[in-house]
């Protein structure tokens, strides 16, 4: 089911004028606490995303480099777009596609809205991935980078499945179980709590699309890793793009526990610096 989002607030300076208006679903949300949860900690973050998000827009740039030449399709989706970094690459290289951009946060939205990304051509959509508010069957194209890991991956690739048309295409980035295990791991030798959300396996994407109806799935499995100064700095980075919440996690942590966490992590100090690892998805895929 959709999730209800907050109207957006006006943008001081900014003429809302030539952007479409944002539709807002109405419908109760499938696991709504979760969606809930999630679209809180990423309004927060939307001011800060860009600026620390860069293997986030790494991946987005490889994404928009698969973009099918010269694919003919009248209407896409950039499902999850965030701050919609990715819009005016997708445009250049999809001229005249009528564009939503699909966010559970408003704020999200409005950021974009605010850095001048959104237009009659691309257009602000604020819905819930697993229930979207788009016509079966109206899509040529969906484009995801880094957002499905918060769904439930049968629901969205059947969501997926329906709103594409016959011939279109998924194209998706997502990062799968593994990522960000040096945490993990850190935290494993502190406490068994979680502290790092359990993400859907490399199968488990795969057995989705197939299950949906998906065809010519093409997967590549990629491991990054990105090197921090400090554990704080890593925090910092997770809770500037809105990747900090945990589902099921509770309460705060006590300074005694953060403090053996960070020396667990310390051992793992390389020349280039502390290790965060990224295992990531890219999953194309057609529906005939």
């Keep these: 089911m959709c999730l209800s989002c907050p109207l957006p607030i006006p943008l001081p300076g900014r003429s809302m004028t030539s952007i479409a208006t944002i539709n807002w679903s109405t419908e109760a949300a499938v696991d709504r606490p979760l969606k809930t949860a999630v679209?809180?900690?990423?309004?927060?973050?939307?001011?800060?995303?860009?600026?620390?998000?860069?293997?986030?827009?790494?991946?987005?740039?490889?994404?928009?480099?698969?973009?099918p030449a010269q694919?003919?399709?009248?209407?896409?989706?950039?499902?999850?777009?965030?701050?919609?970094?990715?819009?005016?690459?997708?445009?250049?290289?999809?001229?005249?596609?009528?564009?939503?951009?699909?966010?559970?946060?408003?704020?999200?939205?409005?950021?974009?809205?605010?850095?001048?990304?959104?237009?009659?051509?691309?257009?602000?959509?604020?819905?819930?991935?697993?229930s979207l508010p788009v016509e079966s069957g109206s899509q040529g194209l969906v484009f995801s980078c880094f957002a499905l890991q918060w769904c439930d991956p049968t629901r969205?690739?059947?969501?997926?499945?329906?709103?594409?048309?016959?011939?279109?295409?998924?194209?998706?980035?997502?990062?799968?179980?593994?990522?960000?295990?040096?945490?993990?791991?850190?935290?494993?030798?502190?406490?068994?709590?979680?502290?790092?959300?359990?993400?859907?396996?490399?199968?488990d994407w795969q057995e989705a699309s197939l299950r949906a109806g998906l065809a010519d799935v093409q997967i590549q499995q990629q491991v990054m890793v990105e090197y921090y100064e400090s554990v704080?700095?890593?925090a910092r980075r997770l809770k500037a793009t809105g990747a900090d919440h945990v589902s099921g996690a509770s309460g705060l942590t006590g300074k005694h526990a953060w403090q053996a966490m960070v020396a667990e992590y310390e051992t793992k100090r390389t020349g280039q610096g502390l290790p965060l690892t990224w295992n990531v998805l890219f999953l194309e895929a057609e529906k005939l």
């Excluded at 009659?120 to 819905?127: E, G, K, S, V």
């Excluded at 799968?176 to 790092?196: D, F, I, K, T, Y």
Aim: proline share 6%.
């Design 232 to 234: 704080k700095q890593i």
């Design 39 to 67: 679209s809180q900690h990423f309004s927060r973050a939307a001011r800060s995303y860009d600026a620390h998000a860069a293997l986030q827009l790494a991946v987005g740039r490889s994404l928009v480099q698969r973009l």
């Design 156 to 203: 969205v690739m059947a969501e997926v499945h329906r709103v594409l048309a016959p011939g279109g295409r998924l194209l998706l980035a997502v990062p799968l179980a593994g990522s960000l295990r040096e945490l993990s791991q850190s935290w494993q030798a502190v406490n068994h709590r979680p502290h790092v959300n359990a993400l859907p396996t490399l199968g």
């Design 71 to 130: 694919l003919v399709i009248p209407a896409a989706l950039d499902l999850g777009c965030a701050t919609a970094p990715f819009a005016r690459a997708q445009q250049q290289a999809l001229p005249g596609v009528l564009w939503q951009a699909v966010d559970l946060s408003s704020d999200m939205l409005n950021e974009a809205a605010e850095r001048g990304r959104l237009n009659d051509q691309y257009r602000p959509l604020c819905a819930d991935a697993e």
